[in-house]
């Protein structure tokens, strides 16, 4: 006989493999349930019900934070236009004592950004006002 | 958020069994009734489950209230109890093996074998040791398939459901993960 060819008596069946596997999970599967102390089913429902809670209140405060969102977006873009008003009549002020000089008015540069960034500013916060509101009141 | 605390008071006294208390306004897909039924029917096998599955009883406590919890959630409309079980291992098994991959205490604790107390069965405390340290070698669909048919006698096709496997496919697969757990047995 060639090394390695082993006499097929010492190969166990299909049917030993099942029965030595079948023992071994059996016996495991005893000493599992030994073990097992899952918690009570009053524990485990409590705990689902205020996890439920937790993320339905999470859910139902998300409209309100992208509310809070808007807010914050439409105040900060009022400052802003504010600032460049100022700036813009700062810049208005300059030109009116140029005409006093004899300057023209239409020394003022109407395309200039101090004239057109707070008047989009002002848009913006505008329309974004009037959405936050509508979020804000709607409920009431 | 005024009364955060309020559902608290009141699952406080559910708890305690105070019928008086009205805790239902949370969806959830079983009443309180047939889930702790439910419960007490399957959850002391699927902590078997997980704890073999994942090698760790730690993970097996934790993954047991995720499953139930998940199963809760869930927007299945099951036939019968037999499918809602098989969901719920279903889930158990995604669980598992979305949970992080670390050290399976379970697995190595051939020492910790002899202090427990010992089943009904013909297999000694050593030899118990070895099966463990045998099924920690599978990898853990071996496993799970192996528990599933072994431990709780289920079919072809409850095997399939709960894994997400072609159930033509489970014959081989089993005959594969016996061979093998059967040779690291012998060895």
């Known amino acids: ?140 | 958020m005024a009364d955060a605390t309020f559902p608290l008071e009141v699952d406080a006294r559910r708890l305690h069994g105070d019928a008086g208390a009205d805790a239902s306004d949370v969806a959830l897909a079983m009443d309180e009734d047939a889930f702790r039924a439910f419960y007490d029917r399957t959850s002391g096998a699927l902590w078997g489950y997980l704890s073999r599955i994942s090698g760790d009883r730690q993970v097996a406590d934790d993954l047991l209230q995720e499953s139930y919890y998940r199963l809760l959630k869930s927007v299945v409309p099951f036939e019968s109890e037999g499918h809602r079980r098989n969901y719920l291992y279903r889930i158990a098994t995604n669980l598992v093996r979305d949970s992080k991959r670390g050290p399976r205490p379970l697995f190595d604790a051939g020492v910790e074998m002899a202090d427990m107390p010992a089943p009904e069965g013909p297999v000694d405390a050593e030899g118990r040791a070895d099966v463990r340290r045998a099924f920690g070698r599978l990898k853990p669909r071996e496993r799970a398939l192996l528990w599933l048919a072994y431990a709780h006698g289920s079919s072809h096709s409850e095997i399939a459901d709960v894994l997400g496997l072609e159930t033509g496919s489970i014959k081989l697969l089993l005959f594969r993960a016996r061979r093998k757990l059967a040779a690291t047995l012998q060895r």
């Open chain 1, 1 to 140: 006989m060639r090394p390695g060819n082993r006499p097929h008596e010492t190969e166990p069946t299909d049917a030993e493999i099942e029965a030595i596997v079948a023992e071994a999970i059996a016996a495991e599967a005893a000493l599992a349930r030994v073990e097992a102390a899952p918690p009570s089913s009053a524990i485990v429902w409590w705990r689902a019900q205020m996890r439920a809670r937790q993320e339905a209140a999470v859910a139902a405060e998300r409209p309100i934070t992208i509310v809070h969102a808007l807010a914050i977006a439409a105040g900060a873009g009022l400052m802003l236009s504010v600032l460049g008003y100022a700036v813009a009549g700062v810049n208005l002020a300059a030109a009116y004592q140029s005409l006093a000089s004899g300057a023209a008015l239409a020394s003022v540069d109407l395309t200039s950004r101090w004239v057109t960034l707070p008047i989009t500013a002002m848009l913006v916060s505008a329309a974004v006002a009037t959405v936050a509101a509508y979020f804000i009141y709607a409920d009431e």
